[in-house]
């Protein structure tokens, strides 16, 4: 009966052991501002305008291409 409870025991502290050695997770602002650059955005703009501007321009004239 003893050995079974120095098991338990053992078993016990392990587990508690195994409980402490949590890792810490910690959130922390950029110390710098968030820059986002728009420059995809006008060139995305720009091809879509060239885009409509060939479409119309094949419809008017179905010859060219």
Known sequence: MPLKRSRILLAAGALMLAAACQPK??????????????????????????????????KEEPSLF
């Not at 703009?45 to 501007?53: L, P, T, Y």
């Open 25 to 58: 997770i910690e959130v922390v602002a950029p110390k710098e501002p968030i820059t986002i650059n728009l420059n995809v955005k006008i060139e995305h703009e720009i091809r879509v305008k060239v885009d409509r501007d060939l479409d119309t321009l094949f």
